[in-house]
Every structure is written in C-alpha cells, then in structure tokens.
C-alpha cells in the first residue's frame, strides 16, 4: 500500500492519508463514496421536493400535486431516516467511516452526523403533523435546511479525502482547554481554511467541481423521486391519470435536472487528466488489462448524458409508465456516471 501511487504523490507529512490507506484504501473505496455521495445529494433536496408540489397545489388548486407530495414526501422521511441511522451507528460504534472521517476532521464528521440526524427528525415531524399544513411545512423547510447544510459538510470532507486538502481540527490545540477557548480557535482556523481555499486548490478544477456538487443535489432528488412514483403504482393506485402526469413530470424535471451537471462534468473532465491504468491498483476491475482499462474508465462518464437521455424519452412519451426499463436504467448509468468522475477528481 505505501508503494502505490495514490501514496507517493501525498506528502509526506499528509497524516490522514497514510492513516486512510491502511483502514479504508480497497476496491469498494470509490464505489462507497459515490452510494453516500448520491445518497446525502438526495436527502439534500427532497425536502425542497415536497414544498413545491404543495405550493403548486394551493396556486393551481390541483389534488395531483398533493398525493405526488404525499409520496415524496413519505420517500424523504425514509431515506433520511435509513441514511441518519446508518451515520448514526457508524459514528457511535467507531466504524470504518468514523475512522476515515475522524482523521480528517472530527468536528466536521460530528456536525454532518449531527445534522443528519437533525434533518431526519424534523421529516418525521413533518409526516407526524401532516394534519397541521402550516407546522408541517415549516418542519419540512427546517429538515432540507439541515440537510443542505449536513450536505455541504459532507463535501468538505469528501474534496479533503479526494484532493488532499487538510481540514482544520482539535489536533493541534493544547491540552484540557476549556470548551469556549477550543470552538474560538477552532472558527479562526476554519476561517483561514476558507481564505486560502483558492491559493490551495486551484479554481480551474475547484469551481466546476463545485457547480457540479450543486447541482448534483436536484438530479439525485428527482432520479429518487421518479422511481418512487413506479415504485408505488400498485400500493398507492391513484389511476392511470395521475401516474402519467406525476411519472411523466418527474422525468421531464429529471432529466432537466441531470442536464445542468453536464456542462460542469464536460469541464472537469477537461481540467483533469486522462485515467491511467497505475492508477487502478485500489479500483474495480484492477485486475484488467490496461488495454481494456484504460478504455473503460475513459468511456465511464459517458453515463451521466445517458441517464438523462433515459429520463427524457419517458418523460417525451404519452405513456411513461411503458418505459419502466429505461427508468430503472437511468439511476445505474447516473452512478457509473457519478463513479467516473469521482475517479477523474481523486487522479
């Protein structure tokens, strides 16, 4: 593992990165990172989800956007609940995650946890006052809040992991200070992380990379939501009507969603070099031939414009529910898409 070339090119006094490669450095490394990226992107936005179709509601005066804000909204409070539980256990139980995380900054792994947790009892509370509009939208706004919030949390560590940027944290603070002192110096280096975020990382592949997080949030939302709808046609059978507008809708809005990240991954693909097989020692497929490895992970990317075209079609149609194979299609080409560029940003 110390021979390899994802370590030669750290530093040599980069810690966490000797400390990451010995617990957590394997084959399912960026596949992990991609299912918790997707994931945290989801639970980001689907709160947001659910107060526009409740908005569209009360200005349209249209029953349809209600029972499609009701499965939304039942899909947030799931996913959140699944996603705080799964950080929850892994923090409380010192798991392989919590390791990673701790040794790159442990207050940032604590809030995102923390806020995670948060926003999944707020979603809760959203659904338990579903009685009370006002109190239900409020806790729905809170939730998303807190989600977007544990989002960009998630972000930082993801990008210090990815690209080596050093997070701040207790390490370097003396011994039995009181609490006060610690979260003081604490702010004062994070604001000296953020000052010099620039000079660090370079905004030719930190601005795309960015832009693409951003509006990678929408696309995971609506690619959840659209199979949520297919998902539940025959426990929540609402007739055809419905699932042709709200199915069809939630494509269209999709695959929209999905094309906003195109120009921002056609940008980082253009600052980042070209995948080359030295680099394949700790991915999937390793053991291939450079012949067929170099093609494949060059031709990975290409998922992320057809999960679009596969949510397109179904939203173009007059029947999307006759085109269940390219829906379920669009989230596996969207992970190999998203896969791709997380290998393109750690190279």
């Known amino acids: 593992i110390r ?14 990165y000797f400390f990451v490669a010995e617990h957590f450095m394997n084959i399912l490394f960026l596949p992990i990172l991609s299912v918790l990226l997707f994931w945290c992107a989801a639970c980001a936005a689907l709160p947001f989800l659910v107060l526009r179709d409740r908005r569209l509601a009360r200005i349209r005066k249209r029953s349809l956007f209600d029972k499609s804000a009701d499965q939304v909204s039942a899909l947030c409070a799931i996913v959140m609940l699944l996603f705080a539980a799964a950080l929850g256990a892994d923090a409380f139980w010192h798991g392989r995650m919590d390791v990673v995380a701790s040794s790159l900054s ?8 923390g806020g995670e947790c948060l926003a999944a009892v707020l979603a809760l509370c959203s659904r338990a006052l579903a009685g009370r509009r006002a ?4 806790a729905t706004l809170l939730s998303g809040l807190a989600a977007a919030l544990s ?8 990008w210090s992991l990815l690209r080596g940027e050093q997070i701040p944290g207790f390490a370097d603070m003396a011994f039995g200070a009181d609490a006060r002192s610690r979260l003081t110096a604490l702010g004062g280096q994070f604001a000296g992380w953020v000052n010099q975020f ?7 592949l930190s601005a795309p990379a960015w832009g693409f997080f951003c509006f990678l949030a929408p ?3 609506q690619l959840c939501a659209l199979l949520w709808h297919v998902a539940r046609r025959g426990a929540d059978d609402f007739g055809r009507d419905y699932y042709t507008f709200a199915v069809g ?18 940008l980082l693909l253009w600052v980042t070099p070209p995948f080359a097989a030295q680099r394949a ?8 031939g450079p012949e067929l490895l170099i093609p494949l992970y060059n031709v990975l990317p290409l998922g992320l414009p057809l999960a679009v075209l596969c949510c397109y079609l179904p939203g173009r149609s007059t029947a999307p529910l006759r085109r269940k194979s390219l829906i379920v299609l669009a989230p596996i080409m969207f992970f190999a898409g998203l896969f791709a560029m997380l290998t393109r940003l750690w190279g």
């Open 3 to 16: 021979n390899s070339v994802f370590l030669n090119k750290r530093p040599a006094w980069d810690f966490p």
């Open 106 to 113: 442990r207050p940032v792994w604590l809030l995102f946890v």
């Open 249 to 266: 809708g939630r494509a269209r809005r999709a695959a929209w969603s999905g094309a906003l990240l195109l120009p921002f991954a056609a």
């Open 281 to 288: 020692a700790f991915l999937p497929f390793g053991n291939m």
């Open 135 to 138: 109190l239900a939208l409020a």
């Open 151 to 158: 989002y960009l949390l998630f972000l930082v560590l993801l």
């Open 198 to 204: 620039s000079a660090r990382a370079g905004w030719a």
């Open 219 to 221: 696309a995971a939302a």
